[in-house]
């Protein structure tokens, strides 16, 4: 399977602890991007790397949470200290960076639950 | 700044009736439009995009969308729904410099046997 893939599928976690994320993306795509989903809301942009450089931030993207892509492959998105609120679907996408149009292929997600 | 209104978020059709989710978006710029499918438990994929040539799209699964910019419409169609095409769909838009998408609240639907 050569999609975008993400690890871990569900986090559990409690109140405090730092948590990280996994995403892959498809081999050889420049951009890479972090949404987070909410239940019952579309997709918030939250990132966007082109290659290692991250290149835009969303004001979603508290102190708290720090994204990167070492050597621009795979990334990670770690957040500190989780909240309650943090409770959310986080979602990887990538897409080739290159062409007219470049729509945006999605990972499976992680689901994050704070307790 | 884009934005994407997606009217009714829920919507049920009985099984071989047309299908029709709206959606209106917000640009500043000549967007582009997706529609992308969630199935449970699943990630996003992608139906169909405008990309500013033919107004209207076809795409995955016998659905289709057209383009009005007078209407600032992008709603997504049908002609016969399949218990297969329960799920949620979000409409999307992108600036031209595809950076980040903004997505719509999403529609849900059901389809009845």
């Known amino acids: 399977d050569t999609g975008v893939s993400q690890n871990p599928r569900h986090k559990i976690t409690k109140r405090g602890q730092n948590v990280t994320f996994r995403c892959d993306p498809i081999?050889?795509?420049?951009?890479l991007y972090w949404y987070r989903q909410t239940l019952g809301q579309g997709p918030e942009f939250l990132t966007y790397?082109?290659?290692?450089?991250?290149?835009?931030k969303s004001r979603l993207l508290s102190d708290r949470f720090s994204a990167e892509r070492p050597k621009g492959s795979f990334s990670t998105l770690e957040i500190q200290r989780t909240e309650q609120g943090d409770s959310a679907m986080y979602l990887c996408a990538s897409s080739p960076g290159q062409g007219a149009v470049d729509e945006q292929f999605f990972g499976p997600g992680t689901r994050l639950t704070v307790l | 700044a884009q934005s994407v209104t997606q009217l009714g978020s829920h919507v049920s059709v009985s099984e071989g009736a047309l299908v029709l989710l709206r959606c209106n978006y917000s640009s500043s710029v000549p967007p582009y439009l997706f529609w992308y499918v969630q199935y449970p438990n699943q990630g996003l994929q992608l139906l169909l995009k405008y990309t500013s040539a033919a107004t209207l799209v076809k795409g995955i699964n016998g659905f289709e969308a057209e383009f009005k910019k007078s209407e600032t419409s992008f709603h997504l169609t049908k002609p016969s729904a399949h218990m297969s095409d329960a799920a949620e769909y979000f409409c999307?838009?992108?600036?031209?410099?595809?950076?980040?998408?903004?997505f719509g609240s999403g529609t849900k639907l059901n389809v009845k046997p």
């Open positions: 999307a838009v992108s600036g031209n410099n595809f950076n980040k998408f903004y």
């Open positions: 790397f082109q290659n290692e450089a991250q290149l835009e």
């Open positions: 081999s050889e795509h420049n951009r």
